[in-house]
Structures are given as C-alpha cells and as structure tokens.
C-alpha cells in the first residue's frame, strides 16, 4: 500500500521556523505531485504549496514569501520550510500526492495523517 508520513510539526513561536517533511513509500510507479495543505479549527482544508516532478511551485498569496516548497524525487519526499511563521498558520497540516501505483494505473490522490503545526507566544 501507498502510505504517506509526515513529521516535524510542533510548538514555535511568532517568528520562528519549521521544516516539515513528507516520505512517500510503497508500491509507487510515479509521482505527479506532492504538496500541503492544512486546516484550522471551523475552517476548510486550504493548499499551502505544491510542486510537481519537474519542479513547478505553487503557493498560497498568505504565505508566499515566508514558505518553500521543495522535493527530492529519488526519495519521493517532500519539504516545506516555513519561516517568519505567525499566529494564522496554526493548523493541521497535511501531506498530498497525486501518485500512479503501476505502469498502466491511473493517477489517484493520496493523503498523510497530518501533523499539528501551532505557534503561539
């Protein structure tokens, strides 16, 4: 099975960093996209940054700036650094691949179990 684990969320204050990554393992052929997305309490789930195979980078206006997105496709991970990082990004944050299983599948999404990013003073 396809499984995706994030790690490196915790407790930061205002201003602080934090560099989350995302593994992906299993039976994987190839991997379209990796990105993140997060969700605050009473708000719906928001993309924070994605990028593709080849390297194309998206990002949400509210973080551009302070967050960066980068792979390592050999590994099949994906990191996001976030700097300068305030109250607002308090949120779960999870890991998405759209990610093709074998040869002649078709492409599917997957998600990790997320992993809770608060900053607070």
């Known amino acids: 099975q396809v499984q995706l684990v994030e790690s490196g969320g915790g407790f930061v204050q205002p201003g602080g960093s934090l560099r989350l990554s995302c593994a992906a393992s299993g039976s994987i052929y190839s991997i379209n996209v990796m990105g993140w997305y997060r969700q605050a309490p009473g708000k719906e789930r928001e993309l924070v940054a994605r990028?593709?195979?080849?390297?194309?980078?998206d990002y949400a206006d509210s973080v551009k700036g302070r967050f960066t997105i980068s792979r390592d496709n050999a590994k099949k991970t994906v990191y996001l650094q976030m700097n300068g990082l305030e109250p607002e990004d308090t949120a779960i944050y999870y890991c998405?691949?759209?990610?093709?299983?074998?040869?002649?599948?078709?492409?599917?999404?997957?998600w990790g179990q997320g992993t809770q990013v608060t900053v607070s003073s």
């Open positions: 998405y691949a759209r990610l093709r299983k074998r040869r002649y599948y078709r492409d599917n999404d997957y």
């Open positions: 990028v593709t195979s080849g390297g194309s980078t």
